[in-house]
Structures are given as structure tokens and as C-alpha cells.
Nanobody, 117 residues
């Protein structure tokens, strides 16, 4: 069974940084799209960042210039470096993996990110 295991969430002050990690239990996703969504209380889940196998990236407008998505195929892991965090970034962040398209098929369990002073 495919598993995506996230880590790196937590509480951080505004302006701080966090790095989320998502480790896949299989190397299958080294040739597919992976990325992150987030869901804040009372809001719909939204795409934060996505990275395809050819290196193409997509970011939400609200995080451009602050967040960076990367992957290490040797470790079957995708990362989300989050800098200059704002209270509006507070949400549960979910890692996803796609198969033949960019549509999420597999999800991680979610990791809480709280930005507060």
C-alpha cells in the first residue's frame, strides 16, 4: 500500500521559516507530479505548490516568492521550504502524489502549521 508520510509542521512566529517533508513508500512517484495542498479552518483545500517530473512548478499566488518546492528522487521525498511565514499560512498541509496527470491520487495524513506570535 502506498504511503506518504509528512513531517516538519509546527508552531512558528510570523516571519519565521519551516520545512515540510513528504516521504513516499515507493519510488513510483519519481516520474510523477507531487506537491502540497493546505486547508485552513472553514476554508476549502487549496493547492500550495506542485512539482512535476520534468521540473515544472506551480505555486499559489499567495506563496510565490516565499515558498519553494523541491524533490529528492533518491529519497522518494518532496520538500516545501516556507519562508516569511504569515498568520494566513496557518493550515493543515497535505502532501499529494499524482500518477499520469497532476490530479492528486494519494494523500498524506496532513501536518499542522501554525503561524502565531
Amino acid at each position: 500500500q502506498v504511503q506518504l508520510v509528512e513531517s516538519g509542521g509546527g508552531l512558528v512566529q510570523p516571519g519565521g521559516s519551516l520545512r515540510l517533508s513528504c516521504a513516499a513508500s515507493t519510488s513510483t512517484f519519481s516520474s510523477t507530479a507531487m506537491g502540497w495542498y493546505r486547508q485552513a479552518p472553514g476554508k476549502q483545500r487549496e493547492l500550495v505548490a506542485r512539482l512535476t517530473s520534468n521540473g515544472s512548478t506551480k505555486y499559489a499566488d499567495s506563496v510565490k516568492g516565499r515558498f519553494t518546492i523541491t524533490r529528492d528522487n533518491a529519497k522518494n521525498t518532496v520538500y516545501l521550504q516556507m519562508n516569511s511565514l504569515k498568520p494566513d499560512d496557518t493550515a493543515v498541509y497535505y502532501c499529494f502524489a499524482a500518477l499520469s496527470t497532476v490530479v492528486p491520487v494519494y494523500w498524506g495524513q496532513g501536518t499542522q502549521v501554525t503561524v502565531s506570535s
